[in-house]
């Protein structure tokens, strides 16, 4: 796993970020306080977190799903670009890592958007799905833990309205789907990347973003 996009040299890389990356004070201090974290490589690069925002606003979204947090940066990236009223569900297991961006979310000023819900993803879904909730969300993101992405997938499929988009991160997991294997995590990767090629409920675009992130906008 990689926090920077793929295939891009130091020099070329410091470039794109010199030319285009602006983020707000509260996502480089995030950054910042992510970066000695063991697991800091779990962290969506910040040109990813600016691009989701983009999408975000090109959308419309006001009804957002993320599945993994970790310490909050494309939680605050995504909530940074909903409108003031703006609504996301996010998913983690974790108090440690998602204690640490909550600071962060608040010096933003925009913690009223995030629903923190601390439980199993699946479980949060399904809970939301039979309150009724189908069919009243704009975006999802996916970036939890990988075996689970296909049952993610299919509840925000149901969860999204036509037209919403869902994007999937790590799909290209550092090349390791090219190869055949027995780890549970690429072979979970390589079986959804094959469905969602063939699924004729989504358009499909698979970007070499980050460590590969797959967009699927509901039919
Ligand atoms: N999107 C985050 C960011 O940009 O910093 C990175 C997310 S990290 C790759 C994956 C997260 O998924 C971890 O924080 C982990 O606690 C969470 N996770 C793992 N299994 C989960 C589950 N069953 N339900 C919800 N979250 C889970
Ligand atoms: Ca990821």
Known sequence: ????????????????????????????????????????????????????????????????????????????????????DGYLLACDISDDYTRIGKPFWHDAGISHKIDLQLAPALDTLDQRLGAGEAGQYDFAFIDADKVSYDAYYERCLQLLRPGGLIAIDNVLWSGAVVQPSQEPDTQALQALNRKLHADTRIDLSMLPLGDGLTMARKR
Do not use: C, W
């Open 1 to 84: 796993m990689s926090n920077r996009s793929l295939n891009l040299d130091d020099t070329l890389y410091q470039y794109l970020l010199d030319h285009s990356l602006r983020e707000h004070p509260a996502q480089l201090g995030l950054r910042e306080a992510t970066r000695s974290h063991q697991a800091a490589g779990m962290q969506i690069s910040p040109e990813q977190g600016q691009f989701m925002a983009m999408l975000v606003k090109l959308l419309g979204v006001r009804r957002a799903i993320e599945i993994g947090v970790f310490t909050g940066y494309s939680a605050l990236s995504v909530a940074l670009a909903l409108p003031d």
